[in-house]
Protein backbone atom coordinates (compact mmCIF):
# COMPACT_ATOMS: atom_id res chain seq x y z
CA UNK A 1 0.00 0.00 0.00
CA UNK A 2 1.30 3.71 -0.80
CA UNK A 3 0.39 7.33 -0.16
CA UNK A 4 1.17 9.91 -2.61
CA UNK A 5 -0.14 13.32 -0.97
CA UNK A 6 -1.00 17.50 -2.17
CA UNK A 7 -1.78 19.99 0.43
CA UNK A 8 -5.60 18.83 0.31
CA UNK A 9 -6.11 15.57 -0.75
CA UNK A 10 -4.64 12.13 -1.42
CA UNK A 11 -3.69 9.33 -3.52
CA UNK A 12 -4.17 6.02 -1.79
CA UNK A 13 -3.40 2.69 -3.67
CA UNK A 14 -1.98 -0.58 -2.85
CA UNK A 15 -2.41 -3.88 -5.36
CA UNK A 16 -5.80 -4.10 -6.08
CA UNK A 17 -7.38 -0.61 -5.12
CA UNK A 18 -6.89 2.78 -5.70
CA UNK A 19 -8.73 5.44 -3.32
CA UNK A 20 -8.90 9.14 -3.99
CA UNK A 21 -9.35 11.09 -0.43
CA UNK A 22 -9.61 14.42 0.67
CA UNK A 23 -7.28 15.73 3.56
CA UNK A 24 -10.48 15.70 6.05
CA UNK A 25 -10.90 11.89 5.16
CA UNK A 26 -7.40 10.58 6.15
CA UNK A 27 -7.84 11.18 9.39
CA UNK A 28 -10.75 8.25 9.05
CA UNK A 29 -9.75 5.85 6.78
CA UNK A 30 -9.03 2.57 9.05
CA UNK A 31 -5.61 1.60 8.12
CA UNK A 32 -3.98 5.44 8.01
CA UNK A 33 -5.49 6.93 11.13
CA UNK A 34 -3.48 4.11 13.01
CA UNK A 35 -0.42 5.03 11.95
CA UNK A 36 2.24 6.66 13.99
CA UNK A 37 4.19 10.01 12.63
CA UNK A 38 6.48 9.50 9.59
CA UNK A 39 9.62 9.16 10.55
CA UNK A 40 10.88 11.45 7.85
CA UNK A 41 8.25 14.52 8.99
CA UNK A 42 10.05 17.61 9.22
CA UNK A 43 8.07 18.29 11.89
CA UNK A 44 9.43 15.39 14.45
CA UNK A 45 11.72 15.58 16.86
CA UNK A 46 13.55 13.54 19.07
CA UNK A 47 11.95 14.29 22.04
CA UNK A 48 8.36 13.05 20.16
CA UNK A 49 10.02 10.07 19.53
CA UNK A 50 11.47 10.06 23.01
CA UNK A 51 7.88 10.63 24.74
CA UNK A 52 6.27 7.55 22.48
CA UNK A 53 9.45 5.17 23.25
CA UNK A 54 7.82 6.63 26.96
CA UNK A 55 4.13 5.84 26.28
CA UNK A 56 2.59 2.41 28.00
CA UNK A 57 1.20 1.93 25.13
CA UNK A 58 5.15 0.84 23.56
CA UNK A 59 7.20 1.08 26.56
CA UNK A 60 6.70 -2.18 27.67
CA UNK A 61 7.59 -3.97 24.34
CA UNK A 62 10.68 -4.99 22.60
CA UNK A 63 12.34 -2.73 20.68
CA UNK A 64 12.88 -5.81 17.65
CA UNK A 65 8.82 -5.73 17.87
CA UNK A 66 8.30 -1.82 18.07
CA UNK A 67 10.41 -0.83 15.21
CA UNK A 68 8.69 -2.37 12.83
CA UNK A 69 4.80 -1.49 14.14
CA UNK A 70 4.11 1.60 12.20
CA UNK A 71 1.16 3.09 14.80
CA UNK A 72 4.51 3.40 16.96
CA UNK A 73 6.62 5.63 13.86
CA UNK A 74 5.47 5.44 10.22
CA UNK A 75 8.30 4.67 7.63
CA UNK A 76 10.45 2.07 9.61
CA UNK A 77 11.36 -1.03 8.08
CA UNK A 78 13.47 -4.34 8.54
CA UNK A 79 16.76 -2.85 7.50
CA UNK A 80 16.49 0.67 9.56
CA UNK A 81 15.43 -1.54 12.93
CA UNK A 82 18.63 -3.12 12.50
CA UNK A 83 21.04 -0.64 12.04
CA UNK A 84 19.28 2.06 14.18
CA UNK A 85 19.56 -0.43 17.43
CA UNK A 86 23.28 -0.66 16.40
CA UNK A 87 23.75 3.01 15.95
CA UNK A 88 22.55 3.10 19.45
CA UNK A 89 24.44 0.24 21.00
CA UNK A 90 21.26 -1.39 22.59
CA UNK A 91 20.29 -5.07 22.62
CA UNK A 92 17.00 -5.08 20.25
CA UNK A 93 15.44 -7.60 23.16
CA UNK A 94 15.11 -4.33 25.59
CA UNK A 95 11.89 -2.10 26.00
CA UNK A 96 11.82 1.07 26.67
CA UNK A 97 10.75 1.03 30.05
CA UNK A 98 14.00 -0.93 31.32
CA UNK A 99 16.03 1.94 29.44
CA UNK A 100 17.88 4.53 31.31
CA UNK A 101 16.64 7.61 30.44
CA UNK A 102 20.03 8.83 28.42
CA UNK A 103 19.87 5.56 26.58
CA UNK A 104 16.16 6.44 25.46
CA UNK A 105 17.22 9.92 24.40
CA UNK A 106 19.76 8.39 22.33
CA UNK A 107 17.78 5.68 20.61
CA UNK A 108 15.43 8.91 19.62
CA UNK A 109 18.32 10.62 18.21
CA UNK A 110 19.76 7.91 16.26
CA UNK A 111 16.29 6.67 14.96
CA UNK A 112 15.86 10.50 13.46
CA UNK A 113 19.50 10.54 12.37
CA UNK A 114 19.68 7.28 10.51
CA UNK A 115 16.81 7.49 9.12
CA UNK A 116 17.45 10.55 7.35
CA UNK A 117 20.28 9.77 6.22
CA UNK A 118 19.56 6.71 4.68
CA UNK A 119 16.45 9.06 3.19
CA UNK A 120 19.10 11.28 1.78
CA UNK A 121 21.53 8.66 0.62
CA UNK A 122 19.38 6.27 -0.94
CA UNK A 123 19.73 3.57 1.91
CA UNK A 124 23.22 3.98 3.07
CA UNK A 125 23.10 4.00 6.76
CA UNK A 126 26.78 4.09 7.67
CA UNK A 127 28.18 7.16 8.89
CA UNK A 128 29.69 9.41 5.90
CA UNK A 129 33.04 9.11 6.96
CA UNK A 130 32.89 5.38 6.82
CA UNK A 131 31.11 5.21 3.49
CA UNK A 132 34.10 7.80 2.05
CA UNK A 133 36.93 5.57 3.10
CA UNK A 134 35.53 2.46 1.68
CA UNK A 135 34.63 3.78 -1.23
CA UNK A 136 38.48 5.14 -1.78
CA UNK A 137 39.26 1.38 -0.95
CA UNK A 138 36.87 0.45 -3.98
CA UNK A 139 34.05 -1.10 -2.40
CA UNK A 140 31.18 -1.32 -3.62
CA UNK A 141 27.78 0.42 -2.49
CA UNK A 142 26.34 -3.19 -1.35
CA UNK A 143 29.95 -3.49 0.70
CA UNK A 144 29.28 0.17 2.25
CA UNK A 145 26.06 0.52 2.61
CA UNK A 146 25.16 -1.57 6.00
CA UNK A 147 27.08 -1.22 9.42
CA UNK A 148 25.43 -4.58 10.40
CA UNK A 149 22.51 -5.36 8.34
CA UNK A 150 23.04 -8.14 5.91
CA UNK A 151 26.65 -8.87 7.84
CA UNK A 152 26.29 -11.85 9.48
CA UNK A 153 29.35 -13.28 10.34
CA UNK A 154 31.41 -10.42 8.95
CA UNK A 155 33.65 -8.24 11.60
CA UNK A 156 31.78 -5.72 12.98
CA UNK A 157 33.05 -1.86 12.00
CA UNK A 158 33.52 -0.89 15.55
CA UNK A 159 34.79 -3.67 17.66
CA UNK A 160 35.97 -6.25 15.08
CA UNK A 161 33.36 -8.78 16.95
CA UNK A 162 31.37 -11.04 14.49
CA UNK A 163 27.93 -9.32 13.34
CA UNK A 164 25.02 -12.05 14.21
CA UNK A 165 22.03 -12.94 12.34
CA UNK A 166 18.73 -13.57 14.37
CA UNK A 167 15.21 -13.78 14.07
CA UNK A 168 13.10 -11.38 15.80
CA UNK A 169 9.44 -10.85 15.58
CA UNK A 170 9.20 -13.00 12.19
CA UNK A 171 12.18 -11.20 10.51
CA UNK A 172 15.98 -11.10 10.22
CA UNK A 173 17.46 -9.13 12.84
CA UNK A 174 21.25 -8.42 12.28
CA UNK A 175 23.66 -7.21 15.58
CA UNK A 176 26.71 -6.95 17.13
CA UNK A 177 26.81 -8.94 20.45
CA UNK A 178 30.00 -7.03 21.87
CA UNK A 179 28.47 -3.44 20.87
CA UNK A 180 24.41 -4.15 21.35
CA UNK A 181 24.53 -5.46 25.42
Not at 19 to 32: G, I, N, R, S, V
Not at 59 to 73: A, E, H, K, T, V
Request: proline letters at 3%.
Amino acid sequence: MALTTDTHSALLYSATDIAFMHEKDLKTHPYLKKLGPDVLSQTLSWRQIAERLGDKRFSGRSLSGLYLDQSFLAGLGNYLRSEILFAAGIDPASRPKDLERARVNELAHRTLLISLRAYKTGGVTNHPDTVRVMRKAGHSKGQYRFAVFGRDKRGCYGCAGKIRRITANGRRLYLCPSCQQ
